[in-house]
């Protein structure tokens, strides 16, 4: 095909005017173009503005995911990291003025001040461990340093957050002795008498297990409170605020003496508690005597409590003042405690009459049994227990023995009503014999020999000891303790680091005197009185008369018989104790005389041989008594031989030496016993 036959073939297809139809075209495809390229553009800048926007987010992301973090490390308890990332975000854009960054920095600093109040919260709750709040402490301290100044800053203002920790530790403890009190008080109180009396003795009462736990609460949360204040006065928990150390000394002696208190409700239940009551308003009702007595055994293991905690608190460094409070409440349980296991011992003392054997077995006082050694041993045993338990003194604690101290008057106090309860354990062994056995009087009435008793020896503890052996064994024993053997045990007190109780030991022996007395006035009596009320009626026997002529030449029979007498009695003491002849005898003695006296001057006259037989019955008895006659027995004699009316003539008086050389001579072997001084 030719161009001619193209160009017709395009005129029928496309017209007569091609180039205007081209040129729309091609405007058309021009338009088209431009628009598309346009979009192109602005998708371009749309995708460059989301790029700076995304590096922006990647490069300040730290920034944008903040307070979702703070949050999150807050709830984990990472405070430390809350701190560090706020105080980052602080010196990268504290200063910035783009909106979107101040505007999250606001949400940022509320988080942190909803943060603060939480941390101060938890800073304040107890219980918690010192670290533990050492570590909130440090953490809220650095939150409010970084916002103070800040409007923000200054809605919420903890003006010093250790003090607040210290104050709320110390009002922990102290609430923590309280309730640890109403608990055990408490549960003691709602304790019947009964299941006191059934209650195991191995098992610990109410009172000594809260010794024991608040002794626990004391030594593990008063050096956590030492502690917390000790950080705070080395500034490394110091706010902004000068500290108090004033306050936190006031606030340790006001934990101790509650701590002291409430120690000294529980155990010292002897002492005078109203003005203790008064002045802290608590009270622990002491109960039945049955759960009294269960609990004071226990007081030595309250004292071991005490000490244990007192230890801890020393290691503390403590102001010695806050020390002295807790030394003084353990001198009194030291104290009580001695008390105490001393009156167990004089209750043990009250039953050693059951122990009395009767054996003779002090060599330095014949007559003494073993019962003062068995006291001695009692004692012993009991020093030995005070020592290890109470006396002792560990570290820090004051000695009680000073010179006119308490404790020195509360040993006195004691060694005296141990001593006062043995002399009672004797006397009553001598008067208790008395009521249950029939006494022997040892006299022969009118026969002018002694009464034929077997006087079984005591020496082997044997089982047939009369009444008379019995009481002369206590007088004897009275004897021994008044001369050597109170004065030894005030040495044992000495060899055990005691000064000498002098008092207690003299008022004991003026004590152990007294009743030697009374005792010694029983047996006198018991003894005395038949004898002596023999001698009338041995006299007059047969009826005789003083004014009749006699036949003379040897002694009356009431003279012999009254020899005779004195004789038994004279043997009954020297087979027991021969050193009560002289006390016992010179009573009985000065009776005889004194009832010699009163019947012969009754008699208004004498024969003459009666008045030679008198001057002999008489003189044979003065002469055979002069070593057991005191002054009075002597003037009563003098007054018996004076009675003699009308008085002896020359004759008279050589008759009667005659008569009383030779019945001297006959008896010689009764007045043998009578003739030695000591015997």
Known sequence: MNIRDKLQEDVKMHGTEPLNILEASIENSISESQKIFTDVLVRKEKADSTRSVLFALSRHKFLFCLPNSVDRRAKAGEYDIVVNDYSRAKNLFGKTEIPIFRKVLEEVDQRILSIRKQLHEKVVKMPQSVDQQKKLIKALTSLELQQSGTPIGDKLRNIDPAWDAIEARAKYLEATFRQTFEQHANKDAAGTPEKSKTRDPNQAPSRVNFCEELCDIAASQLPDLWRLGQLYFTGELRGPHDPKPGDFKKM???????????????????????????????????????????????????????RIAYATL?????????????????????????????????????????????????????????????????LVETLDEVQSVCMQPETREGNLLEPQSDGQREVS???QEFLSTFSAVIEELAFQSHDEETPTHNVSQLLGFPNAQQLDSVASGGAAVTWEQRMLCCLANYAYCNKSFFPHIGDVFVRYGYPLPTLAIETSRYTVNQLFTNLLEEYVEHKGDPLVGT?????????????????????????????DNLVGVYSEIYSISPALLRPILESIVQTISEELARLMSCVQRFSFTGAIQ???????????????????????????????????NGEQKRKADEILERVKRNMRLQLLCFSIKEP
């Not at 006001?254 to 608590?282: M, P, T």
């Not at 001698?535 to 020899?563: K, N, T």
């Open 314 to 378: 020393i290691g503390l460094d403590l102001p010695s003042d806050a020390l002295d409070i807790i030394q003084k409440l353990i001198d009194e349980v030291r104290l009580f405690c001695f008390s105490i296991i001393f009156k167990r011992s004089t209750d043990r003392c009250k039953k050693l009459g059951s122990q009395e054997t009767w054996e003779l077995g002090v060599e330095e006082y014949p007559g003494a049994t073993i019962l003062p050694a068995a006291l001695e041993a009692l």
């Open 413 to 415: 106090q004691r060694l």
């Open 614 to 648: 008198a001057h002999v019955d008489i003189r044979l008895l003065r002469d055979a008594l002069e070593c057991y006659a005191n002054e009075t027995a002597k003037n009563y004699f003098m007054e018996a031989l004076e009675a003699i009316n009308p008085p002896l």
């Open 252 to 306: 340790i002696l006001n934990a101790i003496e509650k701590f002291c208190v409430y120690l000294r409700l529980a155990i010292l239940i002897a002492g005078d508690q109203r003005a203790l009551r008064q002045s802290s308003g608590l009270s622990w009702s002491i109960g039945s005597a049955s759960a009294t007595h269960q609990f004071l055994p226990w007081i030595p293991q309250c004292l071991r409590y005490t």
């Open 535 to 563: 001698i009338e009626p041995s006299m007059y026997l047969g009826r005789f008369q003083w004014d009749h002529e006699m036949e003379i030449g040897q002694l009356r029979p009431y003279a012999h018989e009254c020899v």
